[in-house]
């Protein structure tokens, strides 16, 4: 990859799980929240490592299976509701039960992490291309910070809105990407190049036009 491109490619990483994964940083909170106060900082330490691994492994799975025919295509359409997901507003806490020793919270954090981050892992795998490194260093970036800055984050998200909606127009971009070069397709959209663009800008107004209608009426129903 260009250096720009590698570059962009982290930049999109970082930006998508960090946007993705704010449930993801509640759920280590409230897993860990029974602990004794020396073990909760060692539980969240280690909790962080096992799902940075986990999301790894998955995460390598799926850039491989992308690489098959259809499925980037596919791929690209599953993302398309997550996209629309983030931008809902939605006042229920995940329900997780505190765990009452380290291993009990070690393995509450990694299973839960794994669970809730399968949105996390199609869409970096999307945005990373194909290229591994990328999702190792994107992750080993934007975990810890979800992890540790989960408090400032969502105070950001809430403070200023508008961080939802361009992760949500990353998303939808990544899923015009995937679409557009899956090998079933990307012949096509090599020789009709315009389509692509229109493709972009199509899904990225679909999405957060439409989410920001839907919320407006919400707001004006309260």
């Avoid at 669970?115 to 291309?129: E, P, T, Y």
């Avoid at 934007?142 to 939802?164: D, E, M, Q």
């Avoid at 012949?187 to 920001?212: E, K, M, N, R, S």
Wanted: net charge positive; with cysteine.
């Amino acid at each position: 990859m260009l250096p720009t491109d590698f570059l962009s490619g982290l930049l999109t990483i970082v930006l998508l799980d960090l946007v993705l994964a704010g449930d993801n940083a509640i759920v280590i909170a409230l897993a860990a929240r029974n602990l004794p106060k020396s073990l909760q900082t060692k539980a969240v330490f280690w909790g962080t490592f096992g799902a940075v691994a986990v999301r790894v492994a998955l995460t390598a799975v799926v850039v491989y299976l992308l690489k098959l025919p259809g499925l980037m295509l596919a791929g690209g359409i599953v993302l398309l509701p997550i996209a629309w997901k983030l931008l809902k507003h939605d006042d229920d806490a995940p329900e997780v039960t505190a765990a009452s020793s380290f291993w009990a919270a070690l393995r509450t954090i990694i299973v839960a992490d794994a669970l809730m981050g399968l949105d996390n892992v199609l869409a970096i795998a999307g945005a990373s291309k194909g290229h591994l490194g990328l999702v190792v260093l994107g992750l080993l970036i934007s975990v810890p910070l979800v992890v540790w800055g989960s408090t400032l984050i969502l105070k950001l998200i809430n403070r200023f809105p508008a961080i939802v909606y361009i992760g949500a127009a990353a998303i939808a971009l990544t899923s015009a990407r995937m679409i557009a070069h899956d090998h079933l397709v990307a012949g096509w959209f090599d020789a009709h190049t315009w389509v692509g663009y229109v493709l972009d800008a199509g899904l990225i107004a679909v999405i957060c036009g439409g989410g920001w209608l839907v919320n407006r009426q919400a707001r004006r129903r309260e």
